[in-house]
């Protein structure tokens, strides 16, 4: 192997150390600027009350917080209720960095989707190790709701 080789090789082997041994929670840090000012903007409202909902016990304020496209029939409904509610309802306390306070989530990053879809991913409060939990949301455009973001999916 040449001398330049072996420096090329070390280079390397330093860049990679350096990038397996950095702390996690610089990896981790929330991106900040306008984008993300924006994402909070359009996911606080919707988010905050499904926790109120959550730390209330409050299913059919949960509901309201949900996009109507994903509560528009019995089954939808009832499937919500079985499986979204119930663990969220059991884990919502993860999220929030005051007990009884439902704004007190952080959103860590976010992907937009087009001009009517956005994805937040929200930090786990209480597990430091657990990866941000994805949150969808989608721009509402008709009915006594339109103009807000909702909820379509979430794996709190």
Same mark, same amino acid.
């Given at each position: 192997m040449?001398r330049? @080789?072996?420096?090329l090789?070390r $280079?390397? *082997? %330093?860049?990679? =150390?350096?990038l397996? &041994?950095a702390?996690a929670? /610089? #990896? +981790?840090a929330? @991106?900040a600027?306008p984008?993300? $000012?924006a *994402? %909070?903007?359009? =996911?606080?409202p919707? &988010?905050t009350?499904?926790f /109120? #909902? +959550?730390?209330?016990g409050?299913?059919d304020a949960?509901l309201? *917080?949900i996009h109507?496209?994903?509560?528009a029939?019995?089954?939808?409904?009832s499937g919500?209720?079985?499986?979204?509610?119930?663990?969220?309802k059991?884990?919502?306390a993860w999220?929030?960095?005051?007990k009884d306070?439902?704004?007190?989530?952080?959103?860590?990053?976010h992907?937009?989707?087009?001009?009517?879809?956005?994805?937040?991913?929200?930090?786990?409060?209480?597990?430091d190790?657990?990866?941000?939990v994805p949150?969808r949301?989608k721009?509402?455009?008709?009915?006594a709701a339109?103009?807000?973001?909702?909820?379509?999916?979430?794996?709190?």
């Open positions: 040449t330049h @080789a072996r420096s090789s $280079a390397a *082997a %330093a860049l990679l =150390a350096a397996l &041994l702390p929670a /610089a #990896a +981790a929330p @991106a600027g984008e993300m $000012a *994402a %909070a903007d359009r =996911a606080t919707a &988010l009350a499904a /109120a #909902a +959550a730390l209330a409050d299913f949960y309201e *917080a109507p496209d994903e509560r029939n019995k089954t939808q409904i919500l209720k079985r499986y979204c509610w119930a663990r969220f059991r884990q919502a999220y929030l960095g005051t306070d439902p704004s007190s989530f952080e959103i860590e990053k992907d937009a989707a087009g001009d009517d879809k956005i994805r937040v991913f929200i930090k786990d409060q209480l597990h190790k657990r990866m941000p949150v949301l721009l509402v455009n008709s009915g339109k103009g807000k973001w909702l909820i379509t999916a979430n794996s709190l």
